[in-house]
């Protein structure tokens, strides 16, 4: 079955690739398993040198892999530079501190001498989305490959060449041959895979729908499994906010990569004091957004990533619509080449509405009126999501105490939220267990091992 990427913006077929045999895959997996126990035998120092290489090849790269990203799934360019950008942070930070992180702890007990090890479990399965082909691989690659593991990755599909690029960058710095592997494989072929007595645990991100099924599988398997699922992060707007940051940063968080990020601001929880003029204010930026070719650095809003996604996206509009909410800007596919949507706001989203309760993946601003903090957090947790959430008040300590209620994996008070190779990002409810990034990160696929000598 051939794998095809369609540019989002053209809507045409820019290269058809064919799917790997279930042998084929077999014989990468063994490939790696073997590398596996030589690479676990190298030095901190000896991986540090060879991420530093891949630091200066995405650097020195770093165009050309961003306008392979725009042309397949859309992102605007100059995001997609700052993604691979970030790619280059995560390895940097993973490379200066993955030896101090997972360093010996001596533990005094009544035994003579007492440690905790940390060591590689293995071959990592990734099962990755679409929405930032490099960072999210990425952000999982590098701590595990620095703790010592090997990297199989299984990329969407509708991003061959940017997973494919990705093994080609690990290989073009002067990792051998195994440490970071790409697989093309249909979906209805992964269970074989998982169960592969080969992998040793598995790295999802993606929907609910997919978590729930890979995870049930890594399960069924007795394999650790780490999700990262939806979100529909709210970004609580109190009453004595800073207006003119807070709606320059509610554009940011709702239409960067066009809508389509997990921890995007979904549901926007206004204060009544404040609701008329946020309301007024977001509308006039929405229709000043520029949108059109992704290429265009000028460019705000580029297409949404496939042609379902965007039919979809539609659809949750028009039936948030019809279940009442008031549509104050944008609503329509629009009618030009190439997927793209209307930047949308919706006003008098409540609970019982899809644009409350389901996540949508696009330029689609949920606004929901309240009368104080107390409804306020009362609504952000109303939702069996819980990725990410933002607070915006003058009232810093205030806002902490608020902070401790939100029922999500991460908080930003007064910033949009976003992910930092030093601190942990992950979710809980629904969008999922385990964490990425930061010491807990690295963590998740080590063996921490207890060494008791007497």
């Not at 398993?33 to 190298?42: A, L, M």
């Not at 809003?301 to 279940?323: C, F, M, N, Y």
């Not at 607070?391 to 992910?419: C, P």
Request: charged share 25%; with cysteine; hydrophobic share 40%.
């Amino acid at each position: 079955m051939p794998i095809q990427t369609i540019n989002p913006y053209t809507g045409e077929v820019e290269k058809t690739l064919q799917t790997e045999s279930l042998a084929d895959v077999r014989e990468k997996l063994q490939i790696a398993e073997d590398r596996f126990h030589t690479w676990k035998k190298t030095s901190f120092s000896e991986r540090k040198k060879l991420f530093k290489a891949l630091i200066r090849h995405i650097e020195e790269n770093k165009q050309h892999y961003a306008e392979l990203n725009t042309r397949e799934m859309g992102k605007p360019i100059r995001q997609s530079v700052g993604e691979l950008e970030k790619c280059a942070k995560g390895c940097e930070f993973y490379a200066e501190n993955a030896e101090k992180i997972l360093a010996v702890q001596h533990v005094k007990t009544e035994a003579k001498h007492s440690y905790i090890r940390h060591d590689p479990l293995g071959v990592i399965l990734a099962i990755m989305p679409w929405n930032f082909p490099f960072w999210q691989a990425m952000r999982a690659a590098a701590p595990a490959i620095m703790a010592g593991n090997v990297f199989v990755l299984k990329h969407a599909s509708n991003v061959p060449q940017c997973s494919q690029a990705l093994q080609d960058m690990f290989e073009a710095s002067g990792f051998p041959k195994g440490v970071f592997t790409s697989i093309f494989i249909g979906s209805q072929d992964m269970e074989e895979i998982i169960a592969d007595d080969r992998i040793a645990a598995v790295t999802v991100t993606g929907s609910e729908d997919a978590g729930r099924r890979i995870a049930s599988i890594a399960g069924a398997h007795l394999k650790k499994c780490v999700l990262e699922l939806g979100g529909s992060d709210p970004f609580i707007v109190l009453e004595d906010a800073d207006m003119d940051l807070v709606v320059e940063n509610a554009v940011l968080s709702r239409v960067r990569n066009t809508g389509q990020s997990c921890t995007a601001a979904k549901r926007f929880i206004v204060h009544k004091a404040v609701a008329d003029e946020f309301v007024s204010r977001l509308t006039d930026e929405f229709r000043k957004l520029k949108i059109g070719d992704p290429m265009d650095p000028s460019v705000e809003v580029g297409p949404i990533a496939r042609e379902d996604l965007l039919k979809l996206l539609d659809h949750q509009v028009t039936r948030s619509v019809a279940k009442g909410a008031t549509l104050v800007t944008g609503g329509r596919i629009i009618d030009r080449k190439g997927y793209f949507y209307e930047p949308t706001i919706l006003t008098n989203v409540r609970r019982g509405n899809p644009a409350f309760d389901e996540e949508l993946f696009g330029p689609v601003a949920a606004i929901t009126t309240v009368r104080n903090d107390e409804e306020a957090i009362r609504v952000a947790n109303d939702t069996h999501l819980g990725l990410g959430a933002s607070i915006w008040t003058e009232n810093r300590e205030h806002a902490q105490k608020l902070a401790a209620q939100i029922e999500a994996g991460t908080v930003f008070i007064n910033k949009m939220v976003t992910s930092d190779p030093r601190l942990p990002t992950g979710g809980i409810k629904k969008s999922g267990y385990g964490r990425e990034l930061g010491e807990h990160g690295i963590r998740e696929f080590v063996n921490i091992k207890s060494v008791i000598v007497d």
